[in-house]
């Protein structure tokens, strides 16, 4: 008996070590004249490229057994960081030979079927790209209607061979890659009678029409973060904030069913213009998405918007403000009892504080303290010079400072740049609304009240 359940364990773990080997793919790549001793497998996601395996050279050749780990997508064999291959991964072993360093030139598939149609295509596109390189050099001083015009006949004649070959492998990986990487243009020959205007306007129109937001394999890929840089970097035209706004709208509208898309675009746009001089767009796209799509929240977001001057914030509680009255006697943020509460960051020596404060006056005279509660917070070190600016204020107003002047942590908690500075904050002290504008924190005021009338 204990033979028979000896020889079945056997067979039993036979046939599970050979079910692992068949499930798994292996990854070779024989690369010709590559000094490189070591190789690396990466995953792409978007931008982000991370190593997730490595190989050690064997007669010319990296080998990767790791596959049955890997989802759908475009992968990379990088030697360093300039010289590198992509390739498709659906699962199914892959076997590539080519020469270094130009990898994807050379490139010989002996097997996967959906990368001998993607190196094809690849390799085709340089061609093409190096044709329209050389005419451009011919036509540098020539005739520009006839060097587009040869440059939109090849064009064409690429878009509707690439159509061939997507309807040939329908249902594919490779098919959804070569789809996505087809830019819309005129599939007619009524393209070369279009000015350059023209056909920017349409590209901006349909730039995104051959992609499907709904596909998060995609994302598995630098396809999505590569249309999204191109088209706000090379298409939108001419580059002003409402053009972007607009765009973005538009560009969110299309990924909005797919959450992880949608986050995934989100995300890259608010980093994009985070760091540029569009920060108006930024802002657009915190209030009209981010605070309505907590699925996407990322901190770093959060932080970097309160340092804009004017924008509309619904995530933390207002730090509190310990600091005396002019009577000496201790007052707190947090023991004021009102609807909306006004911070209202001046100094005495500010002459816009000065225009301004005869507006907040009238907001004090239409709404009663236990709606609207204004806490004044003075930035001034000279306890004289602050109580004699009070006493030009005949509002009953919550008058407080802590005599630092500029030196105060309060400023840097509200990350402060000037004065006058106006936060708004709910009954529950969440700051709501942050400007440096008179105009803005009235209507936003306004607005804020009429809500809490109804």
Known sequence: MKAIVSIKSVVFSLLFLTYSLCAQNTLKFKINNC????????????????????????NDSFIFNSSSKLSSGI??????????????????PVSIISRYPLLTESAE?????ENAVFFDYLKKKIKLNHKTDSLFNKF?????VVLYHLIDSMNLEFHGNTEKIIKENQGKLVAKVLKT?????????SAFNLSNIEKNTFL????????????????HTELIYLACKNYFEKVINPVTIENYTGKADLLLQKAIENTKMFCYILNLLMDKFSASDYKAAYIFLFQNYYLTNKACYNDRYKASIFDSDSVKIDFDKAPDIMAYDTEGKPRSLYEVKANLILIFFWSPSCEDCEKDIPAIEKL?????PERLTVFSFAFEKDKDIWIKSVGKIKSKWIFVSDLKGIESDIAPQYKLKKTPTYVLLDENKKIIFKTTEIKEILKEINKWVGEKKK
């Open 109 to 113: 598939i002996t097997e996967s079927r």
């Open 140 to 144: 540098h001083n020539g005739n520009t």
């Open 204 to 219: 901006q129109t349909h730039f995104f029409d051959n992609i499907d937001f709904n596909d998060t394999i995609l994302l």
């Open 181 to 189: 990487l087809q830019v819309p243009i005129y599939t007619d020959t």
């Open 75 to 92: 992968y990379r064999i990088s030697f360093n960081d300039t010289v590198f291959i992509d390739f498709i991964y659906n699962n199914e």
């Open 364 to 368: 004090s005279e239409i709404y009663l």
């Open 35 to 58: 000094s490189a001793n070591k190789a690396y497998l990466c995953s792409i996601y978007g931008y982000e490229v991370n190593r997730i395996d490595s190989s050690l050279k064997s």
